[in-house]
């Protein structure tokens, strides 16, 4: 079994930036996908970005191409969130989880992914 640990969260004026992580621990193997959803108390669940680890192919939701970058880590199990020009509209709590596959219906794939982070705050003051 795998754990998640998201962290990194916090409160950022508009335009600042923030860098969640979000760390494996337990049986993990090097060909696994790890990616971010969001979830505002207003809006509708959002798939943001994921990426494999094996070839280290992602997929970003346009909304977020060119602010957010994501990375990992593999000797340290851990995949980074840089989120860069956040805005109110980013104010969210923040969930890294574990899939085997990545692509354009990351959204899609959530009922389906094998173990999820606890969540990370952020909140962007306008």
């Known amino acids: 079994d795998v754990q998640l640990q998201a962290s990194g969260g916090g409160l950022v004026q508009a335009g600042g930036s923030l860098r969640p992580s979000c760390a494996a621990s337990?049986?993990?193997?090097?060909?696994?996908?790890i990616g971010w959803f969001r979830q505002a108390p207003t809006r509708a669940r959002e798939g943001l970005l994921c990426i494999s680890s094996s070839e280290g192919s992602t997929y970003y939701l346009d909304s977020v191409k060119g602010r957010f970058t994501i990375s990992r880590d593999n000797a340290k199990n851990t995949v980074y969130l840089q989120m860069n020009s956040l805005s109110a509209e980013d104010t969210a709590v923040y969930y890294c989880a574990r899939s085997g596959r990545c692509g354009s219906a990351w959204n899609s794939f959530y009922y389906g992914m094998h173990s999820w982070g606890q969540g990370t705050q952020v909140t962007v003051s306008s």
């Open positions: 337990g049986s993990t193997d090097d060909d696994y996908v």
